[in-house]
């Protein structure tokens, strides 16, 4: 990447136009988050539901601060998992810049810092934090490789190249509740049981819906073709998703998200090769059992959306 194309991507930031950029979870469609222009233009080229919010991307801790209330707790847990994968629903500071677009006109957000380097790069050059959710249409696939983005995107919207995301699912999203726990109000690259490793949380609960975070939808990360979970046979007209050393095989593609068993290596994987399924001649695709432990929940989490 250029200094050129990372200071043109700024100013396209900075008039309130959008920019598809790289994150270690999935590429993102970014604007301004001050912005209502911007934010308003987001949901309009996803084809977003204006009740689905949209995450806060942040430089550092003390710009958070500016813009939300973090207690003690929230604090302690921003610092060991930022930047990172993690996102934590933050409660607005009154009087704030934010649009009020990016949550539906709730007074709480959720807010991250990125790991990526590009993608904090380009927020501390805008001044400015940058809503992005994840860079493909409503409803679709995920995109953490640059070829799989969808042309109707990349034919409206500049894009940040770079390589391939090295978490590849998006991130997990959070709020600690009034008794000091963790709700889970979206899996992502942070799993359950890294957690429950936190020794100043007593609990950790998962909330199967929230207005709050995004990717809540019953039927989100969809492919365009019909998908089949936890086969035991594949029919002459399906793409083969495997995992492990599982014998089974495809006549028409075999994708193996990891042959050693290695769940991080097959998050990683995961969206690219949907994506390589959805491009390729088989009708269906069918996806074999993948362990409902660690990053597992988070992939299963996202088949099963995609069926619905």
């Known amino acids: 990447m250029s200094k050129n194309n990372i200071d043109f991507a700024k100013k396209l930031l900075r008039r309130g136009e959008l920019v598809i950029f790289p994150t270690e979870t999935v590429y993102g469609l970014g604007g301004d988050a001050t ?13 977003r539901p204006k009740n689905n919010p949209l995450i806060c991307h942040f430089s550092n ?3 958070i601060e500016k813009y939300f209330y973090l207690n003690d707790l929230e604090k302690k847990i921003a610092k060991k998992f930022w930047p990172g994968p993690l996102t934590i ?88 509740n009034k008794k000091k726990n963790i709700e889970i109000l979206r899996f992502g690259s942070i799993s359950v049981e890294e957690l429950n490793k936190i020794s100043i949380i007593t609990k950790v609960k998962v909330i199967k819906r929230s207005s709050l975070s995004p990717g809540n939808m019953s039927k989100h990360y969809s492919t365009k073709k019909p998908i089949r979970m936890n086969v035991k046979e594949v029919f002459d007209n399906e ?3 495997n995992f492990g050393n599982i014998k089974l095989k495809s006549k028409i593609i075999n994708l193996n ?21 959805d491009k390729s001649k088989c009708k269906r695709i069918a996806v074999v059992n993948i362990p409902n432990d660690g990053l597992g929940k988070t992939i299963n989490d996202r088949l099963k959306r995609a069926i619905k």
């Open 239 to 241: 793409g083969l998703l």
């Open 89 to 176: 629903i933050l409660k607005k500071r009154k009087n704030n810049k934010l649009s009020k677009r990016l949550s539906n006109n709730s007074d709480y957000v959720g807010c991250r810092i990125p790991k990526n380097k590009i993608a904090r790069k380009l927020i501390t050059l805008n001044n400015n934090p940058i809503a992005a959710p994840s860079a493909n249409l409503s409803q679709r696939t995920s995109v953490t490789n640059i070829k799989d983005i969808d042309p109707v995107l990349s034919e409206k919207v500049f894009i940040l190249k770079s390589s391939q995301s090295s978490f590849g699912l998006e991130s997990t999203v959070i709020r600690i």
């Open 257 to 277: 998200l990891s042959k050693k068993g290695n769940l991080n290596e097959a998050a990683v994987n995961f969206y690219h090769y949907l994506h390589k399924l």
């Open 61 to 63: 801790l003390r710009e």
């Open 35 to 47: 912005n209502d222009k911007a934010i308003k233009l987001i949901y309009k080229v996803k084809k």
